[in-house]
């Protein structure tokens, strides 16, 4: 042990760590930056520190631009993988800042950008990572759709549809491309919610995806387990990012974000980046169909 992990960790209270509501009313359009967020959400991008869990591991991130899968970008490249992120074309800032980032460490960064709602495109976004990654051994299903809407009644078709392409489809299109690249000791991870087991009454298309996506996790952990692969969940609870201040909650809503938590503040998605590097690395080999949380003192996996 040498340098950096010599110097104690000065403990830190949870509570106070990062900012607690009230905070500022902020609309963007959808899909939304986090770079224009107020504060700017913590994907980790200073603190996390890694020890070398996921050398010369390829990993494919779908949302890796921003929030949760931002998070687990920057923390799968200090660990020592290459790492390609998809996102959808207009969040190219956030997604070079990520690129950027993973270059810093040294390890191959490929952006994929375009919209997970055309089956063609899923195709093609593993064949292309598989491509420039050289392999695939790890698979993180990340993006999705969320949308406020106060009654079912305001729940267009259009919506409906775009709400479940992007959070079933997708990430069926995007396994089922995967799965003959991915040999024995391979991950595949998605992120789920609390709103599968605890939905919001304004998110009723939304939440019953979160159920959905916890059920292919446990399907397809029993269904892949003999083949070598195992496949996990992560379950956030209110975490600041993008996704929230795009239309994914309302005005008043995002004031008192995340205030309802024992902890009494939103989690930040660096809060939650430890967790996919931990599903993802091969010490955790007797964990398939698991669902791991992290939702400030509320929520169920
Ligand atoms: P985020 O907005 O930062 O990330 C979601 C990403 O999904 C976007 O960055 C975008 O790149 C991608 N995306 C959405 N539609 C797409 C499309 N059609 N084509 C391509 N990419 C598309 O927000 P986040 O909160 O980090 O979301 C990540 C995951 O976390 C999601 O699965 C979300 O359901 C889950 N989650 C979030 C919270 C929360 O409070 N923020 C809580 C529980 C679960
Ligand atoms: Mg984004």
Redesign the pocket.
């Known amino acids: 042990m040498k340098g950096r992990f010599m110097t104690p960790e000065k403990l830190r209270d949870p509570t106070t760590k990062y900012p607690k509501p009230p905070f500022k009313g902020q609309e963007q359009p959808w ?2 930056l ?1 770079s224009k967020m107020e504060p700017r959400p913590d994907h980790g991008e200073k603190s996390y520190k890694g020890s070398g869990r996921l050398m010369g591991r390829k990993a494919l991130i ?2 890796g ?6 998070a687990a970008a920057i923390a799968y490249a200090r660990e020592g993988a290459d790492v390609a992120i ?3 074309p207009t ?1 190219e800032p ?1 997604a070079q800042e990520v690129i950027e980032l993973i270059n810093a460490e040294g390890r191959k960064a490929i952006a994929l950008p ?4 055309d089956q063609e495109f899923c195709k093609q976004l593993v064949a292309d990572a598989v491509q420039a990654l050289g392999g695939l051994d790890i698979l993180v299903s ?5 949308q406020t809407r106060a009654s079912i009644l305001d729940v267009s078709a259009e919506d409906f549809d775009a709400t479940m392409k ?2 079933i489809y997708a990430p069926f299109w995007v396994i089922k491309a995967a799965l003959p690249h991915l040999q024995p000791g391979s991950v595949i991870i998605g ?5 599968a087991t605890d939905p919001s009454a304004e998110l009723y298309d939304y939440a019953q995806t ?1 159920a959905a996506t916890t059920s292919f996790v446990k399907s397809l952990a029993k269904q892949l387990a003999s083949k070598g692969i195992r496949v996990n969940g992560v ?5 600041w ?4 201040v ?1 239309g ?1 909650a309302t005005q008043e809503k995002l004031k008192q974000f995340g205030g309802q938590t024992p902890m009494g503040r939103p989690g930040q ?1 660096a809060e939650l980046a430890s967790i996919y590097v931990q599903l993802a690395a091969s010490d955790a080999s007797y964990a398939t169909g698991q669902v791991y949380g992290a939702a400030g003192g509320s929520g169920q996996p």
């Open positions: 899909p939304g986090a779908t949302g631009d921003s929030g949760m899968g931002r998809n996102y959808f969040e956030d375009g919209d997970l709602r990340n993006a999705a759709r969320q992007t959070n992120t789920t919610s609390e709103q979160k379950a956030p609870g209110p975490i990012t993008a996704l929230q795009s994914g998605p």
